[in-house]
């Protein structure tokens, strides 16, 4: 278990930079996980700080030793990849204890660690069978084993869950919750899913075209998304998005007007601005008789039932304003409404700089 | 119903009848070699050449393979054999595993102008060899080997190795090159990587890129001639002194036999596998 820190990492592949001036300090046990959609460079990020990548500029420092010019294996590190990328003609025994063999680990102590990470994973009955005749969630499970057995400070995730079906998937994440709580390991972790990002992480890097947009908490990213950016691509489904203009401690939106005494400005701002005023499905209801809240006419697209809750899309103005409801309400509901929002859950973002204001 | 599979059973029969017709066709002149060296001179002399052998008989192969004469020397093609042997081992061998290390490096490591690499072994695979034979003579006799097996040897590698480096660094890079990071994370290097990794992988490719070395070499004739030098004459060569000898009279049973011995090794590998050469064909075909 050591801490990583990057530090103004940058790195282009001829004229496309894909990691801009990266800063990344990951603390000691910490369960880091870089999110973005593709091509955001988070796996070009993962990748340096395992060593396969060449940089241009930045340093990157594992357990407070500046590693920049090692070899990847002489990093203390160990990575799992979204493809496996198990030694196709070795056994299970063999793929485990490749790394160990490499370095001339004493018989003794390899035959202990693959001993140990098979009983952690459960996969002792499979050690002697090849990566050919295993399920996939059989596959990652010994992948996450050849990482185990290296005794890594530090380990690095690759979008290990992509290649798996929706319920293996669960399964797997709550292993690798497991994983992380008992070994106390570092892990930084790839992913596009930010189901898996809000459930594993305990902080969460949101990138964007080789920035890091917010590195934050899940919740924290989640109730006070840092940019417009953020705020659309963390929670499905996305935030509601409203132009509105900034007068005198309020937000008009239309006929609406919604008041702010609740929200907390990072900064003052300009009366008159124009603003962008998100939010997220689950705080905006149905009005009842005499509301308190701001609440504005919409008409009733249609329902999306998933079983807990029902996700009601409405049309207000120009916008398309989607509300998640009980099942129940929602059968009822047609034609003309009345939505409320909560109005201490919104959140203010700059159009021009698109952030959080 | 019935009209229609009454109907496609004269079309089936039709297609066969055709086929096997092809057959015959094409395997006459294979045919006359094969009866013509069962059969003795005489036979040769007195009957049509599509007649059958009436007392077939090996002694045309043995007289071909210890005593027919090229010229003064009449010890047969045998020596030709195991000159071919001689040329043939350390060509394949080295060609084939020297492909099979510089696909590797091209395909998995990032090699400092791996393109233009890539553009010369190109051009090394598609440009005749006649063309640099002159050039290549003069280097060889400037260094001092010319006429010699190292010689033919190195023609031979030098000539394979555009062919099988392309081979096998389309084999390689159909691999997942996350193959070679969870390798290196692992802490094995170039070398290891290929020796514990990679060639375990490859036992298709490397009987493939074999095959297609094994039968190019031993069916060569120009190169051998050219660069073996007088004591290393492959049996392609050694097989056309016999059948171009004039003196006396030309013993056709000898001749024939003489060819089908010389082309019997490429023969056998393709009938036990066929399939490899035709897999390794269409790999250099498609992606080369």
């Known amino acids: ?357 | 119903m019935r009209e229609a599979t009454h109907q496609a059973r004269i079309g089936r029969i039709g297609l066969y009848v055709l086929l096997i017709w092809t057959c015959l066709f094409f395997s006459i002149p294979l045919l006359v070699v094969i009866a013509t060296s069962l059969k003795t001179s005489d036979e040769v002399r007195t009957f049509s050449i599509v007649s059958l052998p009436m007392t077939p008989g090996f002694a045309a192969w043995a007289k071909a393979w210890y005593s027919a004469c090229t010229g003064l020397n009449c010890g047969g093609v045998h020596v030709g054999f195991w000159n071919s042997v001689r040329i043939l081992l350390p060509s394949v061998i080295i060609s084939v595993l020297v492909g099979s290390v510089t696909g590797y490096a091209l395909s998995h490591w990032r090699v400092r102008g791996a393109n233009i690499i890539m553009l010369f072994l190109l051009l090394g695979a598609f440009i005749p060899y006649q063309v640099i034979l002159y050039p290549l003579v003069k280097m060889f006799s400037t260094i001092g080997i010319y006429s010699s097996l190292p010689c033919i040897i190195a023609v031979h590698v030098l000539f394979g190795l555009p062919v099988m480096s392309l081979l096998f660094r389309n084999f390689y890079a159909g691999l997942p090159e996350e193959l070679v990071k969870a390798a290196r994370i692992d802490g094995a290097g170039f070398w290891r990587i290929f020796a514990w990794v990679m060639l375990p992988m490859s036992v298709n490719i490397l009987i493939v890129a074999t095959i297609l070395q094994t039968t190019g070499i031993w069916n060569d004739y120009l190169l051998g001639l050219i660069f073996a030098g007088r004591d290393n004459m492959p049996m392609t060569v050694q097989l056309n002194a016999i059948s171009t000898t004039s003196t006396g009279v030309i013993e056709y049973n000898v001749n024939t036999a003489a060819a089908l011995l010389t082309a019997l090794p490429p023969l056998l590998i393709y009938f036990f596998s066929g399939r490899y050469f035709v897999r390794g064909i269409t790999a250099g075909a498609v992606k080369g």
């Open chain 1, 1 to 357: 278990m050591s801490a990583v820190s990057v530090r103004g990492l940058s790195k282009a592949f001829g004229v496309l930079r894909v990691l801009r001036d990266i800063d990344l300090p990951v603390e000691a046990g910490e369960f880091t996980v870089l999110l973005g959609p593709s091509g955001c460079g988070k796996s070009t990020l993962l990748n340096a700080i395992a060593g396969l990548e060449d940089i241009d500029g930045g340093t990157i420092e594992i357990g407070g030793v500046d590693v920049t010019q090692r070899e990847p294996s002489k990093r203390g590190i160990a990575m799992v990849f979204q493809s496996y990328a198990l030694y196709p003609t070795m056994s299970v025994r063999g793929n485990l204890s490749f790394g160990l063999r490499v370095k001339s680990t004493p018989k003794r102590e390899v035959e202990k660690r693959i001993a140990w990470a098979a009983r952690l994973l459960q996969i002792d009955e499979l050690l002697d069978r090849k990566p050919s005749q295993l399920s996939g969630g059989q596959r990652q499970r010994v992948a996450i084993g050849r990482a185990l057995v290296q005794q890594a400070k530090v380990f690095l995730f690759d979008e290990p869950l992509s290649n798996l079906d929706a319920k293996l998937r669960t399964e797997m994440r709550v292993e690798l919750k497991r994983l992380h709580k008992e070994l106390g390991a570092t892990i930084i972790y790839v992913t596009h899913d930010q189901i898996e990002a809000m459930t594993l992480a305990t902080r969460i890097a949101v990138m964007r075209a080789g920035r890091i947009e917010q590195y934050a908490a899940p919740d924290n990213l989640y109730e006070a998304p840092a940019t417009l950016f953020v705020a659309g691509f963390v929670g499905s489904p996305a935030m509601n998005f409203m132009p509105g203009r900034l007068v005198a401690g309020t937000v008009d939106i239309g006929a609406m007007s919604v008041p702010l005494n609740l929200y907390q400005f990072r900064s003052i701002p300009n009366s008159g601005q124009n603003v962008i005023l998100g939010i997220r499905p689950e705080h905006v209801t149905l009005a009842v008789a005499d509301d308190q809240r701001p609440a504005i006419d919409a008409s009733t697209l249609f329902m999306e039932p998933m079983g807990a809750d029902t996700l009601g899309w409405f049309q207000c103005g120009a916008h398309r304003i989607a509300a998640r409801l009980p099942p129940q309400v929602a059968r009822g509901i047609s034609g003309n409404v009345r939505l409320a929002f909560a109005m201490d859950q919104v959140s203010l973002f700059d159009p021009v700089s698109e952030a959080r204001l």
